[in-house]
């Protein structure tokens, strides 16, 4: 799909985890699209952006799976008081392109290169810029960061694997990482689709912890897992048949990371424990936040926490 191919979303809704009500009150001057992206002749991505009247600089938001851009749309809409806010869907997620992994492996390093040529094509200025990267979306965010250390001003990252911990992730996690575990796990997760999608954000808490998602979030979830003949379980696969190597870059690397980078983790996340983040955190010292009752999606679950840690990362 070309670029100039594009469909324009209505505004989008304030919602009581605003920021302030002031912060309500002007987005109604922000300016929602939902276009397309092309990235090379192989990757086109879908993407939004909500822009500030007045922005104070850029905000990227970074999903994880088996999420699509849209689980970012109600802090994007209560940010764009401030700032000009970017997502997209990764390749083989949303309506993103959805390449045979001959023409793209789907690996972290991969991913590296395509969060690149998006904010160079898409012209944020990466002085001013914070990226906000949860789940799959961390280690590509700090392999680029490895070379280019301007990337971005400030860095969030959480809930994510970015050593080779296999005893700190869950079972199907440790699976997927190699054969002969990792095929049946993948043909497992994509049989049980419907159910992953009903629960994977609900595991680990406690019925008065538990959310239901927005029903757009769950519709675009459910209609995008399967494109072009590869599923966001597919692709997911294909992400961890090369996770190791990266994880192992990185960890050799961690000397050459100088972009500021600040640690969020759901102190309930039984996917990956936060003793992950913890160690990371540690050795490159960087804060670190341990939020109590909250699971593997924390911009879900207290969307408002989210847009306070934007806020003070600019402060």
């Given amino acids: 799909m070309s670029k100039d191919k594009t469909a324009h979303a209505a505004s989008v809704a304030a919602t009581p985890s605003s920021h302030t009500a002031e912060a309500f009150a002007s987005t109604q001057a922000a300016q929602d699209t939902i276009d397309f992206i092309e990235i090379d002749e192989v ?10 009247p007045t922005p104070k600089g850029p905000v990227l938001f970074l999903h994880g799976f088996p999420e699509t851009l849209t689980v970012w749309k109600e802090i994007a809409t209560t940010l764009a008081h401030d700032y000009d806010v970017h997502a997209f869907d990764w390749p083989g997620y949303g309506q993103s392109s959805r390449p045979a992994s ?13 969060l690149k040529a998006y904010i ?53 996690l440790q699976n997927l990482k190699a054969e002969p575990t990792a095929s049946p796990t993948r043909a497992y997760m994509n049989k049980t689709n419907e159910e992953i999608l009903q629960n994977v954000h609900r595991r680990g808490l406690s019925p008065a912890e538990q959310f239901d998602l ?10 995008s897992w399967s494109r072009d003949a590869v599923t966001s379980a597919d ?9 190791t190597r990266d994880q192992h870059y990185l960890e050799a690397n961690l000397g050459r ?16 424990s936060s003793e992950m983040g913890i160690e990371f955190a540690g050795k490159i010292g960087a804060k670190v ?13 207290n969307p408002k926490q989210t847009v306070e840690e934007i806020y003070a990362s600019f402060r």
Avoid at 43 to 52: D, G, Q, S, W
Avoid at 260 to 269: N, P
């Fill in 43 to 52: 990757l086109t991505l879908r993407r939004m952006i909500v822009r500030a």
């Fill in 102 to 114: 001959e023409r793209f492996s789907y690996a972290p390093r991969a991913y590296a290169r395509v």
């Fill in 235 to 243: 692709a997911f696969a294909h992400y961890y048949a090369n996770f």
């Fill in 214 to 223: 927005p029903i757009d979030v769950q519709q675009d979830m459910s209609h």
């Fill in 289 to 301: 936040d341990v939020l109590p009752g909250i699971g593997h999606f924390p911009h879900l679950q």
């Fill in 120 to 172: 160079e094509r898409a012209g944020i200025d990466r002085s001013k810029l914070v990226i906000y990267a949860t789940d799959i979306a961390a280690l590509p965010v700090l392999l680029l960061a490895l070379d280019e250390p301007t990337i971005a001003r400030q860095i969030i990252v959480g809930d994510f694997a970015p050593f080779d911990r296999p005893h700190y992730m869950w079972e199907n």
């Fill in 257 to 272: 990371l100088k972009t500021l980078v600040k640690v969020i983790w759901g102190g309930k996340d039984i996917y990956i």
